[in-house]
C-alpha cells in the first residue's frame, strides 16, 4: 500500500517513508492509495478471532509491503496488550473503555504502535532519530511511554507549564532515559509554534533528523481502526442491529479511523462527532462552511482543537460528497455546564463514573438517542477519570482514587528543563542534547 499527500497526490510514498516524514510536501496530509475491504466472514464472525488477529487482519494491508507478517503479529500483540472492554452503562448506551493501557488514555494505541514500527524501520540504519512533540497533555504521556527505551530515538517533549494536570505530568516528566521534557513558560500554542519553527529549521535538519509523533503520523491513525472492530466484536454477543458511535473529537483522528473501518465494510449504523465548545465541524455539518476558530480553553482540554487536521481525510472518504457524509455522520457541541452535569447524572443514576470527554461522549449520544428511539449506541471513554480530578471531583463530589498502576510513578522525581517561548532556547536544547 502507498499513501498519497492530500495537498499533492503526486507525492506517493510506502508506508515506511510516510510514517518516518509524519507529513508530506506543504504539510498535506497522508492517505491509503485504496481503501481495503473486510470478508464478509471476517466481519459476521468477528468474535471466533483473538484480539491480536482481529488487529493483525485489520493492520495487515496497509502496512505489509514494509514489515513481514511475524514482525507486524509481534507489534500489533503489543500494541493492544491491555484489556479494551465494552460495558453497558444503561439498557441504550454502552462504552469502550480506551482507558487502561499505561497512560490510561486512548493515544496509548497509536503511539506503541507507532513507536515499534519507527524502531523496526531504524533498526539497521546508523542514525539516531529525535521525535519531538508538543502536547497540552495526553499525547505527551503516551509518546513518552510508547518510545521509552527504544533504541536509536531520542524523544523531546514541550508541555505549557502549570497547565497540565499533576498525572499528565509524571508522565511526561518522570521517565528520564531517552525522554527529555521541556517545561515551556507559555501555553501549548506557543509549545507547537516552536515545534513548527524547529520542523522547518534548515539548521537544525541538516544536523539532526527530526520526527514528529503527531496524531496524523498514518502510524498513528491507521490503528486506532482496531478499537471499532473489538467493539463490534463484543457488541454482535447481545445485539443484533448495527451501533450508532460516538466519539468525544478533537483532532479528529480517531472518529475518522473509525470511518475508514466502515468504509471498509464494519457494520455501524451512524457516526456522532463529540464536541466541546470548539465546534468547528458541528457547524460545518449544518453550514457546509468549514471555518477555523482561535481555541477556547474547556474542561475536556484533549479536544480544545480550532481547526481539527484529520478532518480533511474524512472529507476525502466521502469525496468531498456533503448529502453522504451527513448521512453519516452527526455533530453535537456540548459546553462545560453539560459536561459537568452529565458526570453528575450517569453517576447517580447508573453508578458509571466517566471524565470530561466522555461526558461530552454521552450527552452528545443521548441527544441523538432523543431522535432515534429506535437505536442504540456505544460511546468511545478516551481517558481514565483520574486524569481530570476537579471536574470529575466537581461533578459529584467525591474524589478519584489513584490506580494501582500509576502509583508508583506519583512516587518519582520529575525532571524537566524550564525554557521560555523563544526559539533559540529550544534550538540549544536540542544540539546541547545529541552533540
Ligand atoms: C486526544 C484526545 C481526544 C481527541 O482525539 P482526536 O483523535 O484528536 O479527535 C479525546 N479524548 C482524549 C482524552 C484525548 O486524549
Known sequence: MNYYNLKDAEECVSFKKASIKGQGKEKGLFFPESIPHFTEDFIQNLNQFSDEEIAFQCMKDFVSADIPELELRKIVS??????????????????????????????????????????????????????????????????????????????????????VS?????????????IAALEVNGSFDDCQSLVKQAFSDEEINSELFLTSANSINVARWLPQQIYYLLALKQWQKTENNSPVICVPSGNFGNICAGILAYFRGLPVDHFIAACNANDVIPRYLTTQV??????????????????????????????????????????????????????????????????PHGAVAYHALESYLENHPEKKGIILETAHPVKFPEAVEKATGSSVEIPESLKDLMKKDKKTTEINPEFEELKRFLFNQNS
Open 290 to 355: 468549514l471555518e477555523p476558530q482561535k481555541t477556547v480553553p474547556t474542561l475536556s482540554n484533549a479536544m480544545d482543537v480550532g481547526n481539527p487536521s484529520n478532518f480533511v481525510r474524512i472529507l476525502e472518504l466521502f469525496h468531498e460528497n456533503f448529502r453522504e457524509l451527513k448521512d453519516q455522520l452527526s455533530g453535537y457541541s456540548v459546553n462545560d455546564e453539560e459536561t459537568l452535569a452529565t458526570i453528575s447524572k450517569v453517576f447517580k443514576e447508573d453508578h458509571y463514573l466517566l471524565e
Open 78 to 163: 503489543e500494541t493492544i496488550r491491555f484489556d479494551i472492554p465494552l460495558r453497558k452503562i444503561n439498557e441504550r448506551i454502552s462504552v469502550l473503555e480506551l482507558f487502561h493501557g499505561p497512560t490510561l488514555a486512548f493515544k496509548d494505541v497509536g503511539a506503541r504502535f507507532m513507536s515499534r514500527c519507527l524502531s523496526y524501520f531504524l533498526k539497521n540504519e546508523h542514525k539516531k532519530v529525535t521525535v519531538l512533540v508538543a502536547t497540552s497533555g495526553d499525547t505527551g504521556g503516551a509518546v513518552a511511554d510508547g518510545f521509552h527505551n527504544v533504541p536509536g530515538i531520542n524523544v523531546v517533549i514541550l508541555y505549557p507549564k502549570n497547565r
Open 166 to 178: 499533576p498525572v499528565q505530568e509524571k508522565q511526561l516528566t518522570a521517565l528520564g532515559g531517552n
